[in-house]
């Protein structure tokens, strides 16, 4: 069996410290839209089109991400109110 173990904390500076899931989400997004900016290109949709949606769908993943964290804990939040 492989033992494998993430690296939670990639770098700290300070107080300000860069999690290995956030980066593998942060380079995860900007490959995904370069791959589907070039598509676009060749199907000649605007690229305006492409970045405003991208950024709407960022939106809703952090907004759709925090409600649900909210929901699967929600005793937590109603006990300390």
Known sequence: MIDFRPIP???QIG??????????FTVAFI???I??????KKRKI??????????LSLI???IG?????????LSHFLNNH
């Open 31 to 33: 490959v995904a839209l």
């Open 35 to 40: 791959f589907i900016v070039n598509e676009a």
């Open 60 to 62: 809703g993943v952090i």
């Open 15 to 24: 107080n300000f410290k860069i999690y290995s899931w956030g980066f593998m």
């Open 46 to 55: 605007e690229e305006k089109h492409i970045y405003h949606s991208a950024l």
């Open 9 to 11: 904390v990639l770098y």
């Open 65 to 73: 991400a925090r409600i649900f964290y909210v929901v699967e804990h």
